[in-house]
């Protein structure tokens, strides 16, 4: 390779490097830090939260109800919630305030999701997954998302549990995936333990990675350590659950690092879950000893219009 052709790509390193940051740079510039609301609904492990009108709804491990708090004034607890054969919920998300789609993985050979609807009634459907499956969900307006561990894949449902699409991808320990709004693919966390990348990539409509953020398990800018959820907020950026270093990452669309939102200097000691509603950021977080929830509450924070 010649001088002048090492120079010119050397040049386009430092440009694409540049542009990156930059990117970074307007992002995140003159956002103010989260400000924390406080914690409620201490106790067992919290593996779900979703707001349905002036209700914030928990699920706990191997609880069969779900827990009700108010979602104003000091977040009281309410009743709960009985689901007439749930036994092991796992994890909840929710179409706009109203619906309800709660995993519940207690048979792991017949991995089922639970319907809810605000006027009453429920429902529910099997993922056609098996005992070596796990599973996180998440919603778009119209589908209920299922993240496959393995064999690696997306899967798309109606409401109704209509298997609507199935997608194989390319990377070891999926963890959770949003759908992107405007058809733009998805968004892909990845990696657990001791697997060499831990990432959040964006991924084609057809499964094929696109770009990513991320390598090796790691605690710097361009690190994770375990990587739990993903949501895409207004503005298309990305928030991310970073679970082992306690901490919520903002990235932009294009998957450049902003800051880092909440901290364990915020509270956080190991977030599972992100609902961001509003202006309010909630957060199941929970106590990890020896890689095993032992104890959650959720944590909530107020984010100053960050997004332009």
Known sequence: MNLKRLTFLLLSVVIINKSAANEGERWGKDRKPAQSLGSFGEGAPVYGVYRV??????????TPYI?????????????NVTVNGMQGPYDMVGIGHQDLF????FDWANVTVFGLKSSGGASYFSLQESVYTSVA????NQE??????????????????????????????????????????YVMCHGYGTDQLHRVCHLDNTGVILNCYG???GS?????????????????????????????VQLSPKLTYIRDLV??????????????????????DNTVTGGLATAGRILTFKIEQYWH
């Open 53 to 62: 009108k002036s209700s914030v709804y928990a699920i706990r491990d191997s």
């Open 67 to 79: 827990e009700t708090f108010s979602a104003f004034g000091g977040n009281s607890q309410l009743k």
């Open 102 to 105: 709660i995993l519940d993985w």
């Open 137 to 140: 969900l998440s919603a778009s």
């Open 144 to 185: 209920v998302i299922a993240t496959c561990s393995q064999p690696q894949k997306i899967k798309e449902f109606s409401p109704t549990g209509q298997l609507l699409k199935e997608i194989y991808v390319n990377v070891t320990q999926p963890r959770h995936t949003v759908k992107l709004r405007g058809g733009a693919g």
């Open 215 to 217: 390598s090796t398990n």
């Open 220 to 248: 710097g800018v361009g690190h994770l350590d375990v990587p739990s959820r993903v949501l895409e907020d207004d503005e298309g950026n990305i928030l991310v659950a970073d679970l082992n270093n306690k901490r919520v």
């Open 263 to 284: 901290t364990s200097a915020d509270g956080l000691q190991g977030p599972y879950r992100l609902l961001l509603d509003g202006p309010l950021l909630y957060v199941a």
